[in-house]
């Protein structure tokens, strides 16, 4: 039936539709754009959060801590044997498996999504995003993006900042002694009590990232937080192999010398731990080998090794110190921040600087050295002023200064002859070890040897404390004038194995 007059067409029934066919425009379908691996050297920025680092190693520290005890209860039982030391074993294994899920979870790898759309002719004006999401540009663009890892500078509060931080605290801590002399009221211990833990966080952590921060910026040289933070967590991990060579030490000398006897102390802190924990630090330097591309490099690889192993060993011993009260915790605290703690990061920054010319002397491409470090380059950004702080580009045949207001510039100088260099540190691993051993044994020998003698030839305890302490004094100031020296010809040398 046809009904011309309406325009109305009506079909035979019998008669079947034929389908039509369109033929897809190849130039207009739109595809999912692939992730790719960048082709240029990418410039980044970040926004300076100096506090999010330092809560993130505090949480590792601890984890750590943990874990390593944990492990040394594996090797204690085995030790034991028997049905008990079994029972101990399988006890540390089980609290290590949960401790080692969440040191990988805080350790995971952080990655950037960046996104690229690039005017060009060729390009399209929609892409399609992943997470079905569609971007639209105004003019032709050409699409990319990458996964890159997030390994920004390393962003520290000035170390004049922590270390107020940590001097409030001790005065505090004062204050808090002095009350509980005068009025040991229950509200003096209450809040004794409430202070302990956050003083306790402070007085191990702080002045350890206080003296990583004046490192990092003496040195001038910016590294990524992805690097910085590896080498500490390498000083970390190595006191888990110190901790079970010094017990393994004390169980032995105990069974064929008096157990706690001056003389076995004497041997572990001045021969053991010494040469123990140096050689675990070293192993700790060459897991980082790959970041070693000079010798200033090597000092700053290992004054941050020796920072993670003593933040560690601090922990302990800051914690202990608070079974002698307020005062017990203030000494211990302030000795520790201005004695052991650089002490540790000077004498294995010594080994550090002798292992990047051990690795200077033994490669033959250098270049391929220099190639396995390549990374992103990063600027550090003023979350308040937008300026930036810090960055990792330089210009050729430059180097970075600070004025005497810290305030950085550039300048020009000629690349030296590396060998011909006339440093006054070690320019060999084992004088660099060498000296570490003996700096580290002197110091722990030296001060127990003085307090055992003062306490069996003086029989007042106030005379004999004041002693000892002042024999520590004497360490310390000549520790902190070793370490400008050190620091001194650290700057000397070069920064660059080219």
Not at 68 to 74: K, W
Not at 109 to 114: A, F, G, Q, S, T
Not at 284 to 311: H, M, Q, Y
Not at 443 to 449: A, E, V, Y
Request: glycine fraction near 6%; proline fraction near 5%; include cysteine.
């Amino acid at each position: 039936m046809d009904q011309s007059n309406d325009g109305v067409k009506v079909l035979n029934s019998n008669s079947v539709p034929k389908p039509i066919k369109i033929s897809p425009n190849p130039a207009k379908e739109l595809f999912r754009e692939r992730m790719t691996l960048p082709q240029n050297e990418l410039i980044l920025s970040q926004i300076s959060k100096p506090w999010t680092i330092i809560k993130r190693i505090v949480g590792l520290v601890i984890v750590t801590y943990l874990l390593s005890n944990s492990i040394l209860m594996i090797f204690f039982g085995i030790y034991l044997g028997e049905l008990d030391g079994m029972i101990i074993s399988y006890l540390g294994l089980f609290c290590s498996l949960p401790l080692l899920f969440i040191f990988f979870w805080i350790r995971r790898p952080r990655l950037i999504h960046i996104q690229l759309a690039i005017p060009n002719e060729n390009g399209k004006k929609t892409h399609i995003l992943p997470n079905n999401e569609t971007l639209v540009t105004p003019v032709p663009t050409k699409f990319s993006h990458h996964l890159v890892k997030d390994s920004g500078l390393l962003d520290l509060p000035p170390s004049k900042n922590l270390w107020l931080i940590f001097s409030s605290v001790l005065v505090f801590s004062i204050m808090i002694f002095i009350a509980l002399l005068n009025n040991p009221s229950e509200l003096i211990i209450l809040i004794t009590v409430i202070f302990a833990i956050p003083a306790w966080l402070i007085g191990f952590s702080i002045p350890v990232f206080a003296w990583w921060s004046y490192s990092a910026r003496n040195l001038n040289m910016p590294t990524t937080s992805y690097r910085a933070e590896s080498a500490l967590v390498a000083g970390l991990i190595c006191t888990i192999p110190a901790l079970i060579i010094n017990t393994s030490a004390d169980i032995y000398l105990s069974e064929i010398i008096e157990l706690n006897s001056a003389v076995s102390q004497m041997i572990i802190l001045a021969l053991v731990a010494p040469i123990g924990e140096e050689l675990c630090k070293l192993g700790a330097i060459w897991w980082c080998k790959e970041f070693i591309d000079s010798p200033r490099k090597g000092f700053e690889i290992g004054f941050t090794v020796g920072l993670g192993f003593a933040i560690l060993e601090n922990l302990q011993y800051i914690a202990i110190s608070w079974t002698g009260g307020p005062l017990s915790f203030t000494l211990t605290s302030l000795i520790r921040a201005i004695g052991s703690i650089p002490g540790h990061a000077f004498w294995t920054g010594l080994t550090g600087i002798g292992f990047a010319w051990f690795i200077l002397k033994g490669k033959k491409d250098l270049n391929s050295l220099e190639e396995n470090n390549a990374d992103n380059k990063w600027q550090l950004i003023d979350s308040k002023t937008n300026e930036i702080i810090e960055t990792t580009i330089e210009n050729e045949d430059r180097s970075r200064e600070l004025d005497e207001n810290n305030e950085l510039f550039y300048k020009k100088e000629d690349s030296p002859d590396l060998f011909e260099i006339n440093s006054k540190l070690p320019h060999s691993l084992q004088i660099g070890l060498i000296m570490a051993i003996i700096g580290h044994s002197f110091w722990n020998g030296s001060s127990f040897l003085v307090d055992y003698i003062l306490k069996i030839t003086i029989t007042n305890v106030i005379i004999s404390t004041i002693s000892s302490l002042f024999w520590i004094i004497l360490l310390i100031s000549g520790l902190l004038l070793i370490g400008k020296f050190i620091l001194e010809n650290v700057r000397l040398l070069p920064d660059k194995m080219v």
